[in-house]
């Protein structure tokens, strides 16, 4: 059971679940970047055969789910909940998903962050013996993202530097009380954190100072430091957002060095002109289920912190002159 | 702590947590409804100064939140969690409420069953001592989901008979493990059923048979019938949905009689025109905040099974021919 603290608010688990399966699965761009090499599925047609790219996008989930219930003795019957969430309106993605598993939903939403939370609220879950076994996933989908955040495709509107890539692809874990894998040993949940950022173009800034604060209420809350991890992984700050976080980090006291990733900053190569780097759901979930699980494995990782960071606006609230806030959701995965 | 059993999915809460606090908010048509006198805020403009209904609905959903507060000899300082979803894109309503509220958010999203998937986490998060008090709210406005969902109101498009009419209001709970209202003492998460309705113009019927999958799941795992409630509610099948509703359960073997209310049917007068009732996650939201809670104080009801249901599309998807898959979460609400 948790041991919650007064005035704390990160979750230690006493009876940690573990991930006994993942899978990921991602389109060609993402082949050709860094982590092609630590993902299950790699698509050659990021459609999927499919007319739209929102129907490519819920294929893609749905085949994730499969994928990580097929590394474990489990099927969906056996899942208590799936715990959902994505980047579309009203996360058709995740409910469709959700249609067609047929298992209890539990619908989330936390922008790119949506991983993170989903893995923090299935933790708790089996920690607490609400449910033995939980399917987490989440996905994203370049040009689903892109027509429905900013211009169809077809438009050819430019980039700017410092806009991020949406990611296509999508990831699942299966948590569960029995087996073997990784344990999720803490979550600590964002506050949103809104410096005044209102343009959508910077993104990256716009959730650096988010993930700043949930680091630094989890490391207090924890009395830990970034000595205790092997790594720091967050989402998707992309180039700008992870300086900024980088600095911030060192204003508060944390000197994150070589400890600290960023997948956003990360998952594509510079040839592939993806400005500040890449974004999406689907973004976090392919460095954490993909990379982090998968390097776990190899020994190079036994402890890390995923920092899932999301940028919470609608193109509607931008309009209206609204400012992004940011929020970050943290899990630590544990292997030892 | 909650008793998971082999096979069963509803959550039996070992140390219920209770509703310490509850505030309702709505607008002038809400008012001339038949809830009006059970609503604590009535606002005589909709758009309560703001420039658009979007900001007037997050300014609803911050009010219910102060207000919910202020019943209670707690501040927002704390709460250790909000739990928020609404039906605007992105769910802006909520993650801008979290702002300025500050507390750690998990954003939901469950369409129309939003707030009884936030009383259902939040109880369980309690429960299971993750959580000494947390607050739970939603929202929805009138003119800011038709622009959304169909069309500006500015065009007048006429609605039709089996449309219905998105409710303009907030509703706000404070869970805590401590202090004096009703307890939440089980929760039964909703699948996705999906009937192949494709028309968003008849809601409340692609709703129904996830309410009755939902419904027959709580008493089955509950071991439980219509007869040990005081109320049955649902939420905004509406006059279409809630007849099919009603219907499938006596298939079902469920006799609900006189037991069952359906807020959506009842929350407007028939002179208000509102084709088959009410929707929108404020609509259960009023229903239980408002109703429930006030008549449970008069020693009315005791024990109420709230069943929230939500409709899981985007006019995209309706757009793309994709039918409308519905989900119900259910949680008991008893004053014993």
Redesign the interface.
Known sequence: ??E?QLGL?T?VFGRPPRIIGSATIAGPKERDGNLGDYIDALLTDSMMGEF?P??AERKMLYQAAQDALAKTTLTEDDM??FIG?D??????SS??C??DL??????????CSSMV?GLG?GA??I??????AILVATSSHYQASER?FRYPVELNVQHKGTNQWTVTGAAAAVLSNQGEGPKITHAT??????FGIKSPDIMGAAMAPAANDTLCRHFQDTNSSPGDYDLILTGDLGNMGQQLFVDLAKEAGYTLGTKHKDVGASIYKPHQRTGAGGSGCACVALGIMGYVIKEMCQGRYRRVLALATGA??????YQ?G?SI?G?AHAVVIDNN
């Open positions: 059971m948790a919650k608010q979750l739209t929102e129907k208590d909940y969430g980047l579309l309106n009203q996360i058709i409910s469709f959700a249609r047929g298992i209890p939903f539990i619908g989330i939403y936390g922008a939370e609220l708790l879950m920690d607490g013996q609400y449910a033995d429905q949940f964002g506050r949103v954190i809104d919470l606006f609608s193109p509607l609230s209206q609204e806030g929020i």
